[in-house]
Nanobody, 119 residues
Framework: QVQMQESGPGLIKPSQTLSLTCPPS??????????WNWIRQSPGLGLEWMGS???????DYSPTFKNRASLSRNTSKNQFTLQLRSVTPEDTAVYYC???????????WSQGTQVTVSS
């Protein structure tokens, strides 16, 4: 069973860059067909897909985030990373890293980490 666990700061100041990292367990980020996603849920809102990175490092972004978000990976550490620039209080949310084995469904979810943007 693939297990996901993200790590990152719980509190960040406005205008800074949020960085979250996710090292999947029991799966390699270079496994065929897998896509690795970042999804968030803001207070009172539904889930927002932010972007994904493929086994080969190709990326896809939601139009909402493509100007501020960057996804990258480190194959030697078997982890992928989200960076979100110029955060504002509206970026306060629970952030999830999610694995998709190529079925186009979000199969493997992390527990989520609360990120609060506040001065």
């Amino acid at each position: 069973q693939v297990q996901m666990q993200e790590s990152g700061p719980g509190l960040i100041k406005p205008s800074q860059t949020l960085s979250l990292t996710c090292p999947p367990s029991n799966a390699s980020i270079t496994t065929n067909y897998y896509w690795w996603n970042w999804i968030r849920q803001s207070p009172g809102l539904g889930l927002e897909w932010m972007g994904s990175i493929s086994r080969s490092g190709g990326t896809d972004y939601s139009p909402t985030f493509k100007n501020r978000a960057s996804l990258s990976r480190n194959t030697s550490k078997n982890q992928f990373t989200l960076q979100l620039r110029s955060v504002t209080p509206e970026d306060t949310a629970v952030y999830y890293c999610v694995g998709d084995s190529g079925t186009n469904t979000w199969e493997y979810w992390s527990q989520g980490t609360q990120v609060t943007v506040s001065s």
